[in-house]
């Protein structure tokens, strides 16, 4: 037997690493900023000067080139934070609910070595910005970028050194209308009734139900490098017995000729493993593998990868070093369970937002370590970054701490037959490709979702998820691929592709609203015919119950906590049947309340969470708290207690 599976496991890391080799569809590498010796890192966070375009027809800021001198002088600007959302920050509710242009502008005190030495490369980086964004410093267009939810970046030392006693004027435009075509998508629709509305009123459909927050949302900076630098790293790991096994596959800009060193570190700063060549296999001796959260008492293991480059472009010699955080595991899925190192993993967590009071869905480190707080607290093991790519710095968090991860591009909403088509294929296509280029080395990433809740009924959803699944998989072998589905599993055209099925489904809430008594009937039957056509593992990755906090009832209404209380307690009991066969996870809609857009169903915001917005605890909290704690017990084989949470806290990054 040991033999055998000795056999089974060198088998799989041949056919992972063959998988490795197989293709290299993305050109270019998008590497988290990072100082080291020969970089460094400038954040432009803090106030920044706006101006939102409400002209009629929301383009008077072009007309008028509003990026050619100052914004104060084009008109009344006022301070604006970044990151955030602009919308909350004032009171004004047109701002609130405004859809169009906005613009930000800073001027930047650009040290005066990086302007010298023009064998420094500045690069200029937006780590997000919703929806649509146009750059330019000076008064020049740099660059633009399609999509809300990832970085975007651009050289412009050469521009810079024109004229070195200019301040660098920065120009940000972002346009938050969202169409058919974009991810996530919408639609506008103007109003023609003169009865009824003014000339040019219109109206911002989406299809997705939380607010579409717009501005610059994540951190905004310069960093340098040298002009011959390491532009990307790709990285896939398993291992054989005891010995840790790193692919790796360093690319270099801006030189013919250099050498490398490859330099592995453990924790303790010791060398474990180094390479000279640019591309190959480190070999970790008595490794100490990635393990999630509660499955192991050593969560979250990070060896850190050394890359140091000297090279010349035949008239200068350039030095680089960059370090990436490596943790080594393996993933692989069966037809009834999901492995992580080889053992069988149960995602026991939660869905999340990136939303807070005032923010929106600005980057804030206070409640980013509230929140892994509050998930390691109650005994969570996993989230999936519903419903769009979540900010770097909380998958750095997750690798750290051992949360893992289910990485959702914002593929939202997609409900229009129009939606299916080529155009917004391609975008798809290329948001996926920004997604897996900057979330490929994560550890805690574990498998990609491409969709959340599509029309996947439809007749032109077939062609369009076996297409945009196998893209994804060509980009990343290693990891799995799904989507959520809510539709009908006899009817679901992209089911066949995925390699784990993702359900929605909330029995006695959008369906037979009250009969709590219900749900272990339909839960049961749902279960057993998405399993019984596909024969694939399922996640139930949405359930859950709005309930206003502090409303109760006896015997329990909607909206009460006691009815969110049952409705939960009454799919454990089917999860705990069904995780003995086939069933690998469950996921609570929702870690928090958030903000929605105003509606009949809807009293400010969604109430599914399990704590509040301002991060306060439901009876909820404590029901999924012990069932969590119970299923580390079964499942992780640690024996911990919830009583022991603190042993567990958050270590702070800083």
């Known amino acids: 037997m040991e033999v055998r599976a000795a056999g089974l496991g060198m088998l799989r890391v041949v056919c992972l690493f063959a998988a490795f080799d197989a293709v290299w569809l993305l050109d270019s590498g998008m590497l988290f900023p990072r100082e080291s010796p020969s970089r460094e890192v400038k954040e432009l966070n803090g106030l920044w000067d706006f101006r939102a375009d409400d002209s009629t027809n929301r383009n008077q800021s072009f007309e008028r080139a509003w990026y050619k001198k100052r914004l104060a002088e084009t008109g009344p600007v ?73 970085p975007f970046e651009v050289e412009i030392g050469s521009l810079i050194r024109e004229d ?38 219109f109206v911002q459909y989406i299809y997705f139900d939380f607010f579409n927050y717009a501005g610059i949302h994540r951190p905004v900076l310069l960093y340098t ?46 060398s474990v493993a180094s390479s000279s060549k640019p591309s190959g296999v480190l070999k970790v001796e008595d490794v100490n593998l990635w393990w999630p959260y509660l499955m192991h008492e050593n969560p979250g293991y990070l060896y850190s990868m050394e890359v140091h480059l000297i090279a010349t472009d035949g008239r200068s010699t350039y030095e680089d070093m960059y370090t990436l955080p490596v943790g080594i595991r393996s993933v692989a899925v069966t037809s009834t369970q999901f492995l992580i190192n080889n053992k069988p993993f149960y995602f026991h967590g939660v869905n999340k937002h990136e939303d807070s009071d005032i923010r929106g869905k600005g980057f804030d480190w206070p409640l980013i370590v509230k929140d892994f707080n509050l998930l390691k607290w109650m005994g969570a093991n996993s989230f999936r970054t519903s419903h769009y790519p979540y900010a770097e710095e909380i998958l750095q968090m997750c690798d750290r701490h051992g949360i893992v991860v289910i990485d959702e591009c914002p593929g939202v909403g997609i409900k229009d037959i129009r939606s299916f088509g080529n155009a917004s294929l391609a975008h798809h296509l290329d948001v996926m490709d920004e997604l897996v280029r900057r979330d490929k080395n994560h550890p805690s990433v574990v498998m990609w979702s491409v969709a959340n809740e599509p029309a996947s009924e439809m007749p032109p959803a077939e062609f369009y998820f076996e297409t945009l699944i196998k893209h994804t998989k060509d980009l990343d072998p290693t990891r799995p691929v799904t989507y959520i589905t809510d539709s009908n599993y006899a009817r679901d055209k992209g089911a066949p592709f995925v390699d784990v099925i993702c359900v929605n489904s909330y029995f006695s809430w959008y369906h037979d609203s009250g009969h709590l008594e219900l749900i272990p009937l339909q839960l049961n039957n749902q279960f057993e015919n998405w399993y019984g ?61 958030f903000m929605t857009v105003q509606g009949l169903t809807r009293v400010v915001g969604n109430k599914k969470g399990v704590f509040t917005r301002q991060r306060q605890p439901k009876r909820a909290a404590f029901i999924l708290k012990e069932r969590y704690w119970r299923l580390a017990n079964e499942t992780g084989r640690l024996g911990l207690s919830p009583s022991n949470h603190q042993c567990h806290a958050v270590k702070y990054p800083w």
């Open 78 to 150: 006022i301070d604006m934070p970044v990151p955030a959302s602009y919308n909350d920050i004032t009171q004004d509710a047109a701002l609130r609910d405004f859809i169009g242009w906005v613009w930000y502008e800073r001027e930047v005190v650009v040290p005066a070595r990086w302007i010298a030495d023009e064998g420094t490369r500045v690069v200029l980086r937006v780590g997000s910005a919703h929806y649509f964004s146009i750059v330019w410093v000076n008064g020049v267009k740099v660059t633009q970028h399609a999509g809300g939810h990832l």
């Open 533 to 593: 056509k596909y024969k694939k593992p399922i996640i139930q990755s949405e359930y859950g119950a709005d309930a206003v906090p502090g409303l109760h009832s006896d015997p329990p209404v909607m909206f009460t906590e006691e009815y969110q209380n049952i409705v939960l307690q009454s799919y454990h009991s089917v999860f705990d049947q069904k995780r003995k066969q086939y069933v690998i996870g469950e996921l609570i809609w929702n870690f928090a309340d």
């Open 225 to 270: 490098t040298p002009k011959a630098y390491v532009d990307d790293i790709t990285v896939v790991t398993d291992f054989l017995d005891n010995t840790g096994l790193v692919k790796y596959k360093v690319s270099v800009q801006g030189a013919a000729t250099g050498t490398i060193k490859v330099t592995l570190k453990d924790k303790d700063g010791r």
């Open 164 to 201: 070195p006693t200019t301040p660098c004027r920065i120009t940000i435009a972002v346009n938050n209308t969202l169409s058919l075509e974009t991810l996530p998508p919408g639609k506008i629709q103007y109003m023609e009734d003169r009865t009824k509305y003014p000339e040019g009123f």
